[in-house]
């Protein structure tokens, strides 16, 4: 069975359930990044109030030697509430939370890479930066193997499958519009979906964000997703290379932009900051994957869309660089670039503050800086 | 398809078509009690004409105690007593849950019915506004009794992604837990909170912060809850304490507990004189702390699984490995409530919240228990 039991459990009697009116309390889920820097953690509690902003909502604290992030001995984690959002799948007027995560000194937790990422963004403010990210992500069944592929084998080589339609071209499509939806209600800002080059391989886009709020409507975006699978019964994966061999891996493009680039001969600009990345390559490769580009290694091989993980390079409308500047940029001389060297299980917090730090406060070397 | 009931396959839109019928003014009023197992829930259904406002408007009842383990053949009536009253969240407004004291036939309590002492402990406690909030674990069975969702004579990958997890390899039965959370809302049942926890299929629910008698009264109901909406569901809830062996957590029901004077400034002070009084009782808790007497905490204490071992106490800021846990918080602000560890998750919440209560606040050292005024013996 490709798909969880859970799954079966009937939605009938849960719709039954989930229509109990619950007078005034409220449910608020907060969420938060694990000690992996992958993996999401969700935990719920009544409010006797509806939160207007996060700002309304309390600390709350958590088991961190669950979670790969403290001893037992001292174990207490704090939630700090950074972002809230309309909750799809309990709806009105519960609530998604999203956390920063300290430890019991209240200094950042390891994998807590929002703290700085704040800061640097507040540094850059006046120039306005603006952040879009498309996520891909393969459907997997709870047996490991892509959905909707045959058990034990491989589907027709990659040809029909990006953009496409139909049974024999589409999998899991269901997944996509739940996730959609959940998102708009959410007030995440997903920007457009669509099917890609890999068979039960999809992506989806947020944006445009500016500052802080891609790394926030990202990773809530990826809660929502995996909250989506879980109830139809299938598991998203944001592993960049899920199958090796003649199948495309799956990044996380961050595309980029300052108020600067976006008016006239803003490509000026744009020009700048590439050759500035260029020189930064190795620094950007550690902070473009959570093993300091290890996952990466098995995704950027020169094939399949990407560049060589080893080299740097850029170019108008050139999918297998590091960097691509749309056509349309290089023809209107405005607008902003594709930074295609981010895995899809990046972390938008590290992956945004590495941009800022080497396009707008001009760092060099491989080691951030301290301000 | 095997690890659901085939009764959760019986068609719910049919049964939608007749709870939609309406009922006139009368109102069907479920009572609930505890039976002899000290741990089993038993319910049954009448009719009152008209839909009761308070606890008092609802007449005792009396069953047939020889079919619960709690009485002989030849002299089988128990009376059930109503002591609190919730909204029915699966017949719906206006009809009534019940939870009920048992009576021996000489009205005396029932065995098992340790609320009538809980409550005589924590009228003589009172103006300590002593305030509980409880965590019950539990684990989700197919009825196979295999956990739900592991694969079928197999185990699943080990513990660590499940803790707080989301997606299908890792939540087993979320649907359970948001329908019981709804359930206890809308009910009135003070539910404070839900996670995934550590083993697959595993999870956890809060219910507090509650006083005194009110503990027991509100945990017992919500277990009937979520036993209640498993059964739609088809899969059985389990409050065994170590329901896998091996390198697999157990279940447990932490309690925590805080007086009015160690919420004040400087109540820190008051906590820790409660854990030393708790020192010197360990084993008569650990007696109370599951229905048989310590037996099913030897299968869970054991010093692993952020257990502490059942054989000694031990206290501690943030340590999940010691019996008595002080939050974080609370050590630093210096005022709170403490955690105590050693509860079983199918523990009866009368006798947990009454030793606690008895130990920290009546109990003497230089006075034989029995001296003690009314006081229920341990």
């Avoid at chain 1, 917090?349 to 301000?371: F, N």
């Avoid at chain 2, 499940?162 to 299908?168: K, R």
């Avoid at chain 2, 509860?343 to 003690?372: F, G």
Wanted: aromatic share 10%; glycine share 10%.
């Amino acid at each position: 069975m490709a798909t969880s039991s859970s799954a079966t459990l009937s939605k009938t009697v849960k719709q039954q359930y989930m229509e109990l009116p619950q007078g005034d309390k409220v449910q608020a889920m907060y969420i938060w990044i694990d000690g992996t820097g992958e993996g999401l953690r969700c935990k719920t509690r009544t409010l006797d109030f509806e939160p207007k902003s996060f700002e309304d909502l309390p600390e709350w604290n958590f088991d961190g030697s669950s979670t790969s992030q403290a001893e037992g001995s001292n174990s207490d984690m704090c939630l700090m509430p950074a972002a809230m959002f309309r909750d799809p799948f309990r709806k009105d007027p519960n609530k998604l939370v999203l956390c920063d995560v300290l430890k019991y000194n209240r200094k950042p937790a390891e994998t807590n890479l929002r703290i700085t990422c704040k800061k640097i963004m507040e540094m850059v403010e006046d120039q306005i930066p603006w952040f879009g990210m498309e996520q891909e992500y393969t459907i997997l069944g709870t047996d490991g193997h892509p959905f909707g592929w045959p058990s034990n084998g491989f589907p027709g080589p990659q040809g029909p499958y990006y953009c496409g339609v139909g049974a024999d071209k589409a999998y899991g499509r269901d997944v996509v519009e739940a996730h959609y939806r959940a998102c708009l209600y959410a007030g995440v800002d997903i920007c457009g979906t669509n099917a890609e080059v890999m068979p039960a391989q999809w992506e989806f886009q947020v944006g445009p964000c500016e500052g802080i709020n891609m790394g926030d409507h990202l990773w809530v975006a990826r809660f929502i997703l995996h909250r989506v699978c879980e109830d139809f019964g299938v598991v998203a994966s944001f592993d960049p290379k899920p199958i090796p061999g003649n199948w495309n891996g799956a990044g996380c493009h961050t595309n980029f932009s300052t108020k600067e680039m976006r008016e006239e001969g803003g490509l000026k600009a744009i020009e700048e900051s590439i050759e500035k990345l260029g020189k930064r390559h190795s620094y950007h490769i550690r902070a473009y994957d959570p093993k300091g580009g290890l996952d990466n290694a098995r995704r950027l091989t020169g094939h399949h869309e990407t560049s060589n993980i080893h080299e740097f390079s850029a170019g108008v409308a050139n999918r297998g660089a590091s960097i691509r500047i749309p056509r349309m940029v290089g023809q209107e001389k405005k607008g902003y670039f594709e930074d295609r060297r981010p895995s899809a299980n990046c972390d938008p917090y590290g992956v945004t503050e590495a941009l800022i730090r080497t396009c707008l406060l001009s760092e060099e070397g491989d080691e951030p800086a301290e301000y | 398809m095997a690890s659901v009931s085939l009764s959760s396959r019986l068609n719910k839109a049919v049964r939608q078509q007749y709870m939609s019928l309406p009922q006139g003014e009368r109102v069907q009023v479920t009572y609930i009690w505890i039976d002899g197992s000290g741990e089993g829930l038993r319910n049954k259904t009448r009719t009152l004409d008209v839909e009761p406002q308070t606890i008092e408007d609802i007449p005792e009842w009396n069953f047939d105690g020889s079919s619960t383990y709690q009485a002989e053949g030849s002299n089988s009536d128990m009376y059930l007593v109503p002591v609190r009253m919730f909204r029915d969240p699966f017949t719906q407004d206006p009809n009534k849950l019940v939870l009920c004291e048992v009576l021996k036939y000489n009205r005396l309590p029932a065995e098992t019915n340790h609320r009538m002492n809980c409550n005589k402990v924590m009228e003589k406690v009172k103006e300590h506004i002593i305030w509980f909030g409880m965590e019950q674990e539990y684990t989700l069975l197919g009825i196979d009794g295999h956990p739900y969702s592991w694969p079928t004579h197999g185990f699943p990958a080990p513990q660590g992604p499940y803790y707080c997890g989301v997606g299908a390899d890792k939540a087993f039965g979320r649907d359970i837990v948001e329908c019981h959370y709804k359930a206890c809302l809308y009910a009135g049942v003070n539910i404070y909170g839900s996670n995934a926890e550590v083993m697959p299929s595993q999870w956890e629910y809060q219910v507090g912060p509650c006083e005194g008698i009110e503990m027991g009264d509100q945990l017992w109901v919500s277990r009937f809850l979520l036993h209640r909406v498993c059964e739609d569901f088809g899969i059985v809830a389990t409050l065994d304490p170590k329901p896998m062996m091996g390198n697999w957590n157990g279940a447990g029901c932490h309690t925590n507990v805080s007086t009015k004077q160690m919420r004040e400034e400087g109540g820190l002070e008051f906590i820790e004189q409660a854990i030393e009084k708790l020192g010197k009782r360990h084993k008569e808790h650990i007696r109370m702390y599951d229905p048989r007497g310590g037996k099913d905490n030897e299968r869970r204490l054991t010093g692993h699984h952020e257990t502490a071992s059942i054989h000694d106490f031990s206290a501690g800021v943030a340590n999940r490995g010691a019996s008595i846990r002080i939050p974080r918080p609370v050590g630093q602000e210096k005022k709170g409530y403490f955690e105590d560890r050693r509860p079983s998750a199918n523990c009866d919440p009368y006798a947990v919240t009454k030793a606690i209560a008895y130990t920290c606040l009546l109990h003497s050292e230089d006075r034989e228990e029995s001296e003690e005024e009314n006081i229920p013996a341990m």
